[in-house]
């Protein structure tokens, strides 16, 4: 099992600048936008993407993304049971996307659905609940290159923040 340190993943607190990058569906023609910004967010320090997600011209999505690597290689997480990320919201559901080598095409993920409410909260995530999207190889938690925090589907106005994102471990029992 590896150990504590090594399961951190973001913590805004130490990051400068934030690895986070914008991209919407304007990279496919359609005309959602939105910001992400390091900010407090209720007393915390935090990453924040807020936008305007809209279906015209085939769009739909808003997301902030990160490689896990700062190089960009694959990181292995078999050691852990998933994602554990301390967030906040306007109420509206969001996705956690990962990507893994296997995907070629910018439409294809493996995702998690979360709620982001008004108060902050710890949000896990077991990889084991991921579902492919246009994907038919399965997720490979030992090869895990990039992560997203997306708002995508439905019209309406984005506005999430991040805190700190672990890994964690099934200790229960």
């Known amino acids: 099992m590896p150990g504590p340190d090594d399961a951190l993943i ?17 990279v496919m023609g359609g005309v959602s936008d939105g910001s992400v910004r390091r900010e407090t967010v209720a007393g915390r320090p935090a990453v924040r993407l807020r936008g305007a997600v809209r279906l015209e011209n085939d769009g739909g ?10 190089d960009g290689t694959a990181v292995d997480a078999r050691g852990w049971h998933g994602i ?10 969001y996705n956690l996307h990962l990507r893994t080598p296997d995907i070629a095409r910018p439409w294809q993920s493996y995702r998690h659905s979360f709620v982001a409410g008004p108060e902050w909260r710890r949000v896990e995530l077991p990889f084991a609940a991921f579902t492919p999207h246009r994907i038919a ?3 490979d938690i ?3 290159r990039r992560i997203g925090i997306v708002a995508i589907g439905r019209a309406f106005d984005a506005d999430v923040a991040v805190g700190v994102m672990r890994f964690y471990a099934d200790e229960r029992p």
């Open 10 to 26: 973001f913590d805004p607190a130490r990051e400068t600048p934030p690895a986070w990058r914008l991209i919407s569906d304007g």
């Open 61 to 70: 999505f808003v997301q902030i993304a990160r490689d896990l690597a700062p």
């Open 84 to 93: 554990a990320l301390d967030v906040i919201g306007n109420g509206a559901s």
């Open 137 to 139: 190889a399965p997720l």
């Open 142 to 144: 030992g090869r895990l």
